[in-house]
């Protein structure tokens, strides 16, 4: 019996450097009574989370903006809209900014076609946050699709020139398919893969256990995007795959005439967590 953690489980290198800001923040702050909050989820994993506000940081929404004592504002790694942090600034909040690199390349793109001819499409999950940063750093110019099914709802015509941007963890083979479908519609279409090249190399860390093992553990956030999307990817590729949040939700029925168990985890995912699922895996396995 074994247990593998497949490479390239845990953090990837944009939230590495957003959780890295926000410690070094909160741990240069301690003395200090100045509030330290965060808007939102710095990222989608309640582990992590629940690390922050434990060393000082007050989780809020944009609603509490008005509500609280002005201090400083870590905003999360998926980006923020810009009528919020506008907002955030005229009530006297210190900014500090998260948001992975790859997402800011998205949003630079977005909002440097805002004048140009070309019909905006973001690629995503509307309600996602990044996706909603995408969209207000379009000038709202933009319209969002999360599907193939989607695309007759842009009315687009062969008159027109698109230029498609993509959520950074969306799925790789959806993204693929509206495309194809998009540029049969267009006159010209103009395609920026804005998907984080950490997603594909997860991805293959992943595919190359589960050809070892007879099942595979997803850990990551239930609201985390790329973990659901790496999730699926092994199920799609015929994998026996489960996505858990936490070590409490493995059981025995998990691992009935398992030998090889295979262990991958979101971009959000600390690798702390990761090995406190292996060990427990490791507890089940041995008491069979």
């Not at 190359?208 to 956030?221: L, T």
Request: aromatic share 6%; with cysteine.
């Amino acid at each position: 019996m074994s247990v593998e953690i497949a490479e390239r489980a845990g953090f990837c290198f944009g939230v590495k450097r957003a959780i890295s800001m926000a410690t070094e923040i909160l741990d240069s702050h301690q003395d200090s009574t100045e509030p330290i909050y965060i808007l939102g989820e710095i990222i989608h994993n309640p582990q992590t989370v629940e690390m922050l506000e434990k060393k000082g940081a007050i989780s809020i929404t944009e609603e509490d903006l008005e509500k609280v004592e002005p201090g400083k504002l870590i905003l999360r790694s998926h980006g923020a809209p810009l009528e919020v942090i506008e907002k955030a600034k005229k009530l006297n909040f210190e900014i500090i900014n998260t948001v992975c690199p790859f997402v800011k390349k998205a949003q630079i793109i977005s909002n440097k076609h805002i004048e140009s001819d070309y019909k905006i499409v973001i690629v995503g999950k509307k309600e996602h946050p990044e996706v909603k940063a995408l969209l207000s750093h379009s000038g709202f110019k933009a319209q969002v699709i999360g599907s193939v099914e989607e695309i007759p709802n842009l009315n687009l015509t062969t008159d027109d020139d698109v230029v498609i941007i993509v959520q950074t963890t969306f799925s790789v083979r959806e993204f693929k398919n509206i495309i194809g479908e998009i540029a049969l519609l267009s006159r010209e279409t103009k395609v920026y893969n804005t998907i984080c090249n950490a997603t594909f190399r997860r991805r293959k860390g992943a595919l190359s256990v589960a050809q070892k093992v007879d099942v595979n553990i997803v850990v990551g956030g239930k609201n985390s995007s790329n973990t659901r999307e790496l999730t699926n990817f092994l199920k799609d590729s015929g994998f026996l795959a489960y996505q858990i949040e936490r070590p409490e939700e493995l059981t025995k029925d998990l691992f009935t005439q398992v030998k090889k168990v295979g262990i991958t985890g979101g971009a959000s995912t600390p690798m702390w967590v990761i090995e406190k699922v292996k060990i427990c895996i490791e507890n089940i396995l041995d008491s069979r």
